[in-house]
């Protein structure tokens, strides 16, 4: 007893961010997601890539908890997802997104930040509009006079300023500029130093492998694949990850 007290084990187990388990959902006749497994570990980038239809929206809805699960387990940090506490430490952008007609810019951020029980910091706000290449000017413009462009960067901002653990991103390059897009990765990779957690989905396979550490193929609501960019293009034997994400689905 003296020897075990004196020598701690070199590891304590950390949950995945993460984790979904035979997780199957159907609308009317159409299976959405059939049996899908898959981890995200704490600190992964991982994307969801596949071809519209294929699932990559209901699955990130059923995490939300925005439907209710057919069959299956998710958790969060080792939290059942149907726990408001489970969603405490995550943000999420989903792909249309469309903020209140009705609000400005700062009203919105403002307003997003409360839901979190954070305060606006006029100095974090403006630096994060600077890291995504939107004008300040904007803030004082209604959203509906916003371009496509203009309100994914303000969405991006009002997520990325909960400074959460875990973002789940639905394809978060949507309408943005290339630069924009460049700023957006250079962003992202900052937070990957800080051990955050990014699920998000694209079509852009080139942001894929600039940003992702791990990929998962989902096809007809099934996974095809789930590994690093390198061992996907090593199994289907391709030069690239559109030959190989063309070569799984086919």
Known sequence: LLF?????????????????????????SRTALNNVDLAVAAGEFHAIIGVNGAGKTTLFKCLLDFCALQSGRIEIFGLAHVSPPSRAPLAFLPEKFNPPYYLNGREFIRYSLNLHCLPYDTSRVNSMLTE?????????LPVREYSKGMSQKLGLAACLLTQKKLFVLDEPMTGLDPKARLLLKNKLLSLKQQDTTVLFSSHSLSDVEVLCDKLTVIHEGQVRFTGTPDAFRAAFSAEDLERAFLTCID
């Open 132 to 140: 995504l290449d939107l004008d300040r000017a904007a803030l004082t």
């Open 4 to 28: 075990i007290s004196l020598f701690k084990p070199a590891f304590s187990f950390m949950p995945n961010a993460l984790f979904f388990s035979a997780v199957t959902q159907s609308y009317g």
